[in-house]
C-alpha cells in the first residue's frame, strides 16, 4: 500500500460538481494491492475505529445512532441512510453522502495502480451557507486543517482494514 496522496477530483465523477461551484472540495487517494469493491470500501471505511468515535459522538450529541450491521446495509445500498448521512447519489463504482452542507465521496478504481488491485478515492465538499452573504464561515476555516489530517487519517484506516482483513 502507497501512501495517502492529494489528488484532483475526477472531472466525471460524482463529486466533480461541486468543484465547479463555490463549494470547497478535497480529494485523497490511495492504492491496495486487492481487489475491492464499493461496498467493501464504504463498509471498512464507516467501521474503522477512528470513525466509530465519530459515530458515538453522534450518537450522543446528535440522538444519530448508528451500528456496524446498518454501516454494511448503507455500503450495499440496502438502505439510504446511514446515521447523519442520506445517499445524494450511487454509482457502480461511486458514492457520494451528504449530511447538512457536508458531502462525502468514496470512488474505487479497479486495477489503475501499478500491478494490479484497486485505487481508493475518497473526498469531500462543504457548500457555502445560504444565508446572506453565503461563505464558509469562520468555524470553518479555523477547522480546515483538522479536516484535512482527519480526511487522510479515515482513508489510511479504511486502506488498512481492507489490507489487513479481520481473521
Avoid at 452542507?101 to 479497479?110: D, G, I, Y
Avoid at 483538522?146 to 481473521?167: D, E, G, N, T
Amino acid at each position: 500500500m502507497t501512501g495517502i496522496v492529494r489528488a484532483e477530483v475526477p472531472a466525471q465523477s460524482l463529486l466533480s460538481s461541486y468543484g465547479r461551484s463555490d463549494a470547497y472540495v478535497d480529494c485523497y487517494t490511495t492504492d491496495v494491492s486487492s481487489s475491492v469493491t464499493l461496498a467493501q470500501f464504504v463498509e471498512a471505511f464507516y467501521t474503522t475505529p477512528l470513525f466509530k468515535v465519530e459515530r458515538l459522538l453522534l450518537g450522543m450529541f446528535v440522538s444519530r445512532p448508528s451500528t456496524d450491521a446498518e454501516a454494511k446495509e448503507f455500503a450495499q445500498a440496502q438502505r439510504a441512510s446511514f446515521a447523519a448521512w442520506r445517499v445524494e447519489s450511487r454509482g457502480p463504482d461511486e458514492l457520494l453522502v451528504r449530511a447538512g452542507r457536508t458531502r462525502s465521496w468514496f470512488m474505487v478504481a479497479q486495477e489503475v495502480p501499478p500491478g494490479g488491485g484497486t485505487r481508493l478515492s475518497f473526498g469531500s465538499a462543504v457548500v457555502p451557507r445560504k444565508q446572506a452573504g453565503g461563505g464558509m464561515g469562520a468555524g470553518f476555516n479555523a477547522l480546515l486543517g483538522f479536516h484535512k489530517l482527519y480526511s487522510r487519517a479515515l482513508l489510511s484506516s479504511a486502506a488498512y482494514r481492507l489490507s489487513h482483513p479481520r481473521r
